[in-house]
């Protein structure tokens, strides 16, 4: 039997579109704001009730639309912003492919009201998955508002997948966020359950758009950048290298004012700062790039945030060196720790020895090895049992013979010597004691003098309120402090040291866009941990390396740090003589 081969009517073509394009609701926030962006308002209000699930609306003071073509603006493949594949090459509008509103319509309840300038009255036009219920005159200012109701209503397998109402608002603050640092020039106000969450000042000037949208902290670590190229022009703002995040969430980069996401702009960011912040840690960005669009395309995702670039080498060369250069006009270098550096230098380390005799029964720790030269060093990594056997003998007698290159501890022990990485073995016991802290909710606060308001953005705002509880295990006693700020009592203590702020962000980063956050967590102490850990290259003193080594027999094997790399070498009285060839 034939099957019958049909087209598939205008509704459910939209709806499959929709799919692809309309994935959440601050996707539908993203199309309608980028439609008033292209319809030149200069001022845009954003207001969503419940994540934006029940509710978005989007009104702006722009062209609006002719009465005779609203009911076509919500038409599959219909656009005024291109006529012919060739205007494709010379793109700047951000909509082209005249497929939004077509596909918002389909899966929710949409509203549009709208005006014209040469129109005495407005049209008011209701669509209810896809169909036109009711279109009238109406009085309205000039502009366009678009209401959006009950998104996917009719399609029940995307309902399901929209996340919890912060989730969701989160993905839409960031979307805000983005739009309103690349239009400066535009006043952007965004509403999120009746509650005003920011209004730009759309004065055209970027550094009161990122005070607006950012938090203060991030605006006064800030550089600004402007370099000209041959045919390129990069501007906008980067960080000191001191100022760094967990994650590349605040490396804002526009092309032609359109945001994108490129892996060789990454990397020529990560290039320009290599060796100026350390690992894992990326520098803020908010930088547009105007190139000329013919040499660009934009075209390879519906999501239209990936670029590619006809002359790629360039491009890549021309960011990494206006950086580098704006860097070094700044002459922003990382403050080095000079002055404790010194006072650690002048201790002077002297071989110290511990135990008075060489007692008890030694043990072999390395048993069963073929001796071969290579041999000799054997990494104590995996092995549990030797390491066991190392901890067991470590609580009794040995002697520290001393520090060499200012990082490795020597040991003398029985029939072996041992090397510790005293960073990695310093790492590794913060860690413990700090999770066992955390776990026991016995993390020690500290009281501030005076309370401290700290402003975050919208989406790190709402993601600490949704942790509040976690940041309070944690020993930062702080409650709300309205829109987009909390009030910090007191901050805990780490290894005797009150912590400022920036782990607060550092937890935040490792958060984003982590269902899991109980599984990130222990990692983010770790990273923690990692960094307050003595630094490799500092000198520690015999009182130091004495408590160092008496708290690593507290420890049970992997003798490993956090990150997993080995804390001990051993080397073994018998391998070494048998190297100098006096036993066989
Ligand atoms: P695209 O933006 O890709 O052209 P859309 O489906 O988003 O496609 O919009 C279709 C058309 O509707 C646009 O080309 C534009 O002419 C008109 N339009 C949509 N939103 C607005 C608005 N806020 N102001 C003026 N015109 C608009
Ligand atoms: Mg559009």
């Known amino acids: 039997m034939n099957k019958k081969i049909e087209m598939l009517d205008n509704l459910t073509i939209n709806k499959i579109a929709a799919g ?14 980028e439609n008033s962006i292209d319809a030149g308002a200069s001022i845009i209000t954003l207001e969503i009730k419940e994540g934006g699930k029940k509710y978005i609306r989007v009104s702006d003071n722009g062209i609006g639309i002719d009465e005779e073509y609203v009911e076509q603006a919500f038409m599959r493949h219909s656009t005024s912003k291109i006529t012919s594949i060739d205007d494709l090459n010379s793109i700047l509008s951000l909509g082209f492919r005249g497929e939004a509103l077509a596909s918002i319509a389909a899966v929710s309840q949409v509203e549009m009201i709208t005006r014209t300038a040469d129109q005495a009255h407005g049209v008011m036009i209701e669509i209810v998955g896809g169909k036109i219920e009711a279109a009238k005159k109406v009085g309205c200012p000039v502009g366009t508002t678009v209401i959006v109701k009950n998104l996917f209503f009719n399609t029940p397998a995307r309902l399901k997948f929209m996340k919890s109402n912060s989730a969701e608002t989160m993905k839409i603050s960031k979307v805000i966020t983005l739009l309103s640092l690349s239009n400066p020039g535009i006043t952007f106000k965004y509403i999120n359950n009746n509650e005003i969450i920011f209004t730009t000042p759309g004065n055209n000037a970027l550094s009161q758009a990122i005070l607006s949208v950012l938090d203060k902290d991030t605006f006064k670590n800030l550089i600004f950048l402007e370099e000209k190229g041959t045919d390129m022009k990069l501007s906008g703002y980067i960080s000191q290298p001191n100022f760094v995040r967990g994650n590349r969430n605040l490396q804002i980069i526009y092309v032609n004012g359109r945001y994108i996401k490129n892996k060789l702009i990454s990397e020529a960011i990560g290039e320009a700062y290599k060796e100026k912040v350390i690992i894992n840690r990326y520098p803020v960005c908010i930088l547009n790039l105007n190139i000329d669009p013919s040499e660009t395309d934009i075209n390879v995702h519906p999501s239209k945030t990936e670029i590619k670039f006809e002359k790629e080498g360039q491009v890549q060369e021309f960011i990494y060196k206006s950086i580098v250069e704006t860097l070094e006009k700044d002459s922003v270098i990382p403050k080095l720790q000079v002055t404790e550096h010194k006072c650690r230098e002048e201790q002077i380390s002297e071989p110290m020895f511990i135990s008075s005799a060489e007692t008890g029964n030694p043990k072999e720790i390395v048993e069963d090895m073929d001796i071969t030269e290579d041999a000799m060093i054997n990494e104590i990594d995996e092995d549990y049992t030797k390491q066991s056997s190392f901890l067991d003998t470590l609580s009794s007698q040995y002697k520290i013979i001393g520090q060499i290159f200012n990082t490795y501890i020597i040991l003398e022990k029985e029939q072996s010597i041992y090397l510790i990485d005293q960073h990695a073995a310093h790492e590794r016991l913060l860690y413990n004691r700090f999770l066992k802290e955390i776990e026991d909710e016995s993390v020690v606060s500290q009281k501030l003098v005076e309370a401290k308001v700290l402003e975050l953005s919208n989406e790190d705002y709402i993601l600490l309120s949704d942790n509040m509880d976690l940041f309070i295990k944690l020993g930062f006693h ?27 962000y550092e937890i935040l980063d490792e958060m984003r866009g982590n269902d899991n956050i109980a599984g990130h967590f222990e990692d983010t102490i770790a990273k923690k941990a990692c960094k307050k850990a003595i630094k490799a290259k500092d000198k520690l003193d015999h009182y130091e390396i004495k408590q160092l080594i008496e708290e690593l027999h507290t420890l049970v094997p992997p003798l490993t740090c956090p990150h997993g790399r080995p804390i001990i070498l051993t080397m073994r009285q018998y391998d070494i003589e048998k190297h100098f060839k006096r036993i066989q």
Do not use: Y
């Not at 994935?23 to 539908?28: G, I, Q, W, Y």
């Not at 402090?481 to 040291?497: C, D, H, S, Y």
């Open 478 to 504: 702080m409650e709300d402090f309205g829109i987009n700020a909390v009030i910090i009592r007191e901050v805990p203590m780490i290894l005797g040291k009150p912590q400022d702020f920036s782990f607060i």
């Open 20 to 33: 692809e394009m309309i994935e959440a609701p601050h996707s539908v926030v993203k199309e309608l704001i």
